[in-house]
């Protein structure tokens, strides 16, 4: 079932203005809305596609007008050209591998993301570019064109790149510090606790990733068995009615010789009061200048 988009849902995916969108549309036809019987313009998935493949190409210094001259062939093939970044312009590749993503075209994210960890390095690569792709792909979500086979898609390809990276570091000897890094029930942020244990581990932490669905019993277990300097997990999804202070109070006072970093919104939400072994943390980032 296609999804139905105003021209203010194709401005915010594609950062075109709608004022020039609908310039396109009068001057070239480069854009052809349905309507409503109320005479509304509308657009479907197949229309995203196209304005987001007209956007890229204008982006990276096609002129619009050339663009209305090209066939679906030509687009489709240009479009490959600038994935390949034989003319892809820099700041613009979160909106090539969206296109690569929406077509599941496994071939040219492998590549658009292998060149820009070539020319900027992986973490480099995750500030400025994977965090940006997965807030693209959260505004797709809510619009309706993102999938969850597009969400699969993606987030195996990251999964598997961010291990691969992982697993080419080298290990430590002597680590400064010793952290686990775990995700309670029904938490979904696996690919943000693969990337901290990529940034710690290169900082000559030795880090112990439990994963998702851990039950409290196995986190106090864990820390007895590899006592950790620090322990990390998100709480966004989980005790939306359950208490949250609870669980953390009872965390704080098992292990209490360890210092439990948390991050996430139901902390915000719930005011949640810490104890003195646990800090609340507003991103990833602000990890290393704990440790």
Same mark, same amino acid.
């Given at each position: 079932?296609?999804?139905?988009?105003?021209?203010?849902?194709l401005?915010?995916?594609?950062g075109?203005?709608?004022?020039?969108?609908?310039?396109?549309e009068k001057?070239?036809?480069?854009?052809?809305?349905?309507?409503?019987?109320?005479?509304?313009?509308?657009?479907?998935?197949?229309?995203?596609?196209?304005?987001?493949?007209?956007?890229?190409?204008?982006?990276?210094?096609?002129?619009?007008?050339?663009?209305?001259?090209?066939?679906?062939?030509?687009?489709?093939?240009?479009?490959?050209?600038?994935?390949?970044?034989?003319?892809?312009?820099?700041?613009?590749e979160v909106?090539?591998?969206?296109?690569?993503?929406?077509?599941?075209?496994?071939?040219?994210?492998?590549?658009?993301?292998?060149?820009i960890?070539?020319?900027?390095?992986?973490?480099?690569?995750?500030?400025?570019?994977?965090?940006?792709?997965?807030?693209?792909?959260?505004?797709?979500?809510?619009?309706?064109?993102?999938?969850?086979?597009?969400?699969?898609?993606?987030? +195996?390809?990251?999964? =598997?790149?961010?291990?691969?990276? !992982?697993? @080419?570091?080298e290990? &430590?000897?002597? #680590?400064?510090?010793? $952290?686990?890094?775990?995700?309670?029930?029904?938490?979904?942020?696996?690919?943000?606790?693969?990337?901290?244990?990529?940034?710690?581990?290169?900082?000559?932490?030795?880090?112990? +990733?439990?994963?998702? =669905?851990i039950?409290?019993?196995d !986190?106090? @277990?864990?820390?007895? &068995?590899?006592? #950790?300097?620090?322990? $990390?997990?998100i709480i966004n999804?989980?005790?939306?009615?359950?208490?949250?202070?609870?669980?953390?109070?009872?965390?704080s006072?098992h292990?209490?010789?360890?210092?439990?970093?948390?991050?996430?919104?139901?902390?915000v939400?719930?005011? !949640?009061?810490?104890?003195?072994?646990?800090?609340?943390?507003?991103?990833l980032?602000?990890?290393?200048?704990?440790?």
């Amino acid at each position: 079932m296609s999804s139905v988009y105003s021209i203010k849902d194709l401005e915010k995916l594609s950062g075109i203005k709608a004022h020039t969108l609908r310039i396109w549309e009068k001057r070239y036809g480069i854009i052809k809305p349905k309507r409503t019987a109320n005479n509304i313009r509308y657009y479907l998935d197949e229309d995203i596609k196209h304005i987001l493949n007209i956007a890229l190409l204008n982006k990276n210094g096609h002129k619009i007008s050339k663009i209305a001259c090209m066939c679906n062939k030509e687009m489709s093939q240009a479009i490959k050209d600038l994935s390949l970044l034989s003319g892809l312009t820099a700041g613009n590749e979160v909106e090539a591998i969206t296109l690569s993503i929406l077509e599941l075209d496994q071939n040219r994210c492998k590549v658009i993301l292998d060149t820009i960890i070539e020319k900027k390095g992986f973490e480099v690569c995750i500030y400025e570019f994977i965090y940006p792709l997965l807030d693209k792909l959260s505004a797709l979500w809510f619009s309706g064109s993102f999938k969850a086979v597009h969400e699969s898609f993606i987030r +195996n390809m990251l999964h =598997n790149k961010v291990c691969a990276e !992982i697993d @080419q570091l080298e290990n &430590i000897d002597n #680590p400064k510090s010793k $952290f686990i890094l775990f995700l309670s029930e029904k938490e979904n942020h696996e690919l943000s606790l693969l990337f901290l244990q990529y940034i710690l581990k290169k900082r000559n932490v030795q880090v112990i +990733n439990l994963g998702s =669905n851990i039950a409290v019993y196995d !986190i106090i @277990q864990a820390c007895e &068995i590899y006592k #950790p300097d620090y322990t $990390f997990s998100i709480i966004n999804d989980t005790f939306v009615e359950d208490s949250l202070q609870s669980y953390v109070d009872f965390l704080s006072q098992h292990i209490s010789n360890v210092t439990m970093l948390f991050s996430g919104f139901q902390f915000v939400k719930q005011e !949640i009061k810490l104890g003195k072994n646990c800090k609340y943390i507003e991103s990833l980032n602000a990890v290393e200048s704990i440790i």
